[in-house]
């Protein structure tokens, strides 16, 4: 049980246009999703925490309007990197906390590896 | 938390000898402490929590940790490691009133033969 998912698994885009990964809890439901970016030998940065139903909260430096966040459903999260650049390629990762009330832990996505050329 | 170190970057150890991964946290309230492994190019892991009881905890695939909090550590440990053991390895951190988790930087732990 508790499994997030993630996809793309890894994606190449052109400097300039828009790429959209989606982030799924796959057996449980979760209020509250959380994006985080990883740099290569680096640990986990948290950009922002996601809000089924209602507007991201995103950590001090991260642009909003850059990576936009939408929780539509209780289930999936989705992150869209606008106008990407080379210095957005990263390894990003999503995280679920399930609402049953019982778990303190986060359940990880597998991550998705953003390259853009 | 408002902040997780880990002192150590990296750990090179052979293979069946013992091992233990350093965590220490500040912060000015009750927390909630974890540690994660990571494989190459995959998500996290949980090895093992500390909420709350027992200063020493046991986790998956061996490794047990111990909550000490005059120390402010939550040190990981494992009597024998295997190759496969050889992974990133994070400490983290929550407030008790907080949702999002505070990361160290990471250990690399190398098990050579």
């Known amino acids: 049980g508790a499994v997030v998912s993630q996809h793309p698994s890894w994606v190449i885009c052109k400097s300039g246009t828009s790429v959209k990964i989606e982030c799924r809890s796959l057996?449980?439901?979760?209020?509250?999703m959380f994006w985080y970016r990883q740099f290569p030998k680096q640990s986990l940065m948290l950009m922002a925490t996601?809000?089924?139903?209602?507007?991201?909260?995103?950590e001090q430096g991260v642009e909003k309007d850059k990576f936009l966040i939408n929780h539509a459903s209780l289930t999936l999260s989705t992150l869209t990197v606008t106008s990407a650049h080379p210095e957005d390629s990263s390894f990003y990762i999503c995280?679920?906390?399930?609402?049953?009330?019982?778990?303190?832990?986060?359940?990880f996505g597998p991550g998705t590896r953003l390259t853009v050329t | 938390a408002q902040s997780v170190t880990q002192l150590d970057s990296q750990v090179p150890v052979f293979e069946e000898a013992p091992v233990e991964l350093r965590c220490n946290y500040s912060?000015?309230?009750?927390?909630?402490l974890f540690w994660y492994v990571q494989y190459p190019n995959q998500g996290l892991q949980l090895l093992l929590k500390?909420?709350?009881?027992?200063?020493l905890v046991k986790g998956i695939n061996g490794f047990e940790a111990e909550f000490n909090k005059s120390q402010t550590s939550f040190h990981l440990r494992k009597p024998s490691v295997h190759i496969s053991d050889t992974a990133e390895y994070f400490c983290?951190?929550?407030?008790?009133?907080?949702?999002?988790?505070?990361f160290g930087s990471g250990t690399r732990l190398q098990v050579q033969p």
């Open positions: 912060s000015s309230v009750s927390v909630y």
């Open positions: 995280s679920a906390r399930s609402d049953d009330g019982k778990s303190y832990e986060q359940y």
């Open positions: 500390y909420l709350s009881g027992s200063t």
């Open positions: 996601s809000n089924e139903g209602s507007k991201a909260t995103y």
């Open positions: 983290a951190a929550r407030d008790t009133g907080r949702r999002a988790l505070t």
């Open positions: 057996d449980f439901q979760a209020t509250t």
